[in-house]
């Protein structure tokens, strides 16, 4: 591993990125849609590692001091 603690990231789903580009770019080249740019939504998926403490519930938070 390149990093230590391992990052969490947002993993991208990249295959289907480039399932859905080559889908638009068809549908302009055989006609199908002749419109303006569209917007493309996909799943990331959160991969928690190492680099994020775990959140626990139960957990006492920090509270201001009074002074």
Not at 7 to 30: C, Y
Not at 45 to 66: D, F, G, H, Q, V
Request: glycine share 8%.
């Amino acid at each position: 591993d390149a990093f230590k603690p391992e990052l969490t990231v947002v993993a991208q789903p990249i295959r289907k990125f480039g399932e859905r580009a080559v889908e638009l770019l068809l549908d302009r080249l055989q006609g199908r849609y002749d419109g303006g740019s569209r917007q493309v939504t996909l799943q990331g998926e959160l991969r928690i590692r190492e680099s994020c403490i775990p959140y626990r519930a139960s957990a006492k938070r920090a509270r201001p001091t009074a002074r």
